[in-house]
């Protein structure tokens, strides 16, 4: 079952289980005048009652089940009821039961309107007082709106997950294009030289010798011509600037339903530096998308004393166990080959913060092998 569901079902538990508290003061009173049969209906009335959200904590779906509870927990309202129609505020619970027997509004409130008809006609039947029927059935109406537009909520935040995950997975699905694209710009045209080039040089091999070499020669010029390009592109040189990076950022978390604060007052950058933190923002928004679960996120890139900081801020959930993983660590090293920092980690507040810190100088050191 879902994580979220599973904690929304459990608290739904504990609420629906403080309402019983209601029940104990008339308890008690069967318990002093010792109305047995009174007492075993109301018994087996309450069992049932938890035993229904005991299962729907884990449970998504109980047709079946709750139609067949539901039925036997009227039937035992009724029985009290028209014994003592005191006894009519029963019936909130069968009405609570109904309207949480589905998140689908229509068929909770088609199983919840004929039990507040049968709740209506036992009242008129027993004629019980006026002065009651507030609190019997307008408690139970009450209830029941009330477990229908939780449902509600509840459907709509699932679907809102599900949406944001698939824009996640979407964010990762269109950077891997980008990249399989990059590297078919580049290496298409040099790859396609280098194989006619090779043709051509074992044509010439043996009735024009220098001309082959020449050839051979090209071919080795073109080959580290495309491998440094290559590696240039694997470090995120070739990537986009930060400026459409943020705008991506905005259209992206605007997507999954993440209210989006863009602040960059740092000015133009270095080539280098800007790349690096266009990078370092690509990857911080999509950890956001996927794993904050937040509402709000904000970033602020600024410059002073000759250094340029970019800020990621959440309100989602922090981090959860979770060190630095390939994203984090490879941020790390590129930031470390431009002798900057990283600091990543849990905000005081809540929420999780991401903030890059990058000298304003073009010439980084040596790049780790794993960058190459």
């Avoid at 005191?86 to 039961?97: G, H, K």
């Avoid at 599900?162 to 040099?190: I, M, N």
């Avoid at 410059?303 to 993983?325: F, I, Y």
Wanted: charged share 20%.
């Amino acid at each position: 079952m879902d994580e979220y569901a599973r904690r929304g079902r459990l608290w739904g538990l504990v609420f629906a289980g403080a309402y019983l508290a209601y029940l104990v003061p008339a308890g008690y009173q069967l318990l002093v005048t010792s109305h047995l049969v009174a007492i075993g209906a109301l018994a087996l009335f309450v069992a049932g009652y938890v035993w229904y959200w005991l299962r729907l904590a884990y449970e998504r779906e109980l047709p079946l089940a709750t139609i067949a509870l539901l039925v036997g927990m009227c039937a035992i309202a009724t029985g009290i009821t028209l014994w003592n129609n005191d006894w009519l505020a029963l019936f909130t619970y069968c009405v609570v039961v109904a309207a949480a027997s589905s998140w689908n509004r229509r068929q909770a409130l088609a199983v919840t309107m004929p039990v507040l008809a049968l709740t209506l006609a036992l009242a008129l039947l027993t004629h019980a007082p006026l002065s009651g029927w507030p609190y019997a059935l307008g408690g139970a109406a009450l209830a029941a709106l009330s477990l229908i537009g939780v449902g509600f909520l509840l459907e709509t935040n699932f679907q809102l997950r599900q949406a944001r995950e698939e824009v996640g997975r979407l964010a990762v699905a269109e950077e891997r294009l980008r990249f399989a694209r990059d590297l078919h710009d580049l290496l298409g045209h040099s790859l396609s030289v280098i194989v006619l080039k090779s043709e051509l040089a074992g044509r010439l091999g043996e009735a024009d010798p220098a001309r082959a070499a020449h050839e051979i020669r090209d071919v080795e010029r073109v080959a580290r011509e495309a491998l440094r390009e290559v590696r240039e592109a694997v470090a995120g040189y070739r990537q986009r600037g930060l400026s459409q990076e943020l705008e991506s950022a905005r259209v992206t978390l605007d997507a999954a339903g993440i209210e989006a604060r863009l602040d960059n007052v740092a000015g133009g950058l270095p080539t280098p530096v800007d790349s690096t933190l266009a990078w370092a923002l690509r990857e911080g928004v999509t950890n956001v998308i996927r794993h904050s679960r937040a509402a709000h996120a904000e970033v602020h890139v600024v410059r002073a004393d000759g250094q340029v900081e970019l800020e990621l801020l959440d309100d989602g959930v922090g981090c959860q166990d979770c060190g630095d993983g390939n994203g984090l660590r490879g941020l790390r090293e590129r930031v470390a080959a431009r002798e900057g920092t990283v600091a990543a980690g849990d905000r005081p507040g809540g929420g999780f913060r991401l903030a890059v810190r990058l000298p304003l100088r073009e010439t980084p050191q040596c790049v780790p092998a794993a960058t190459a």
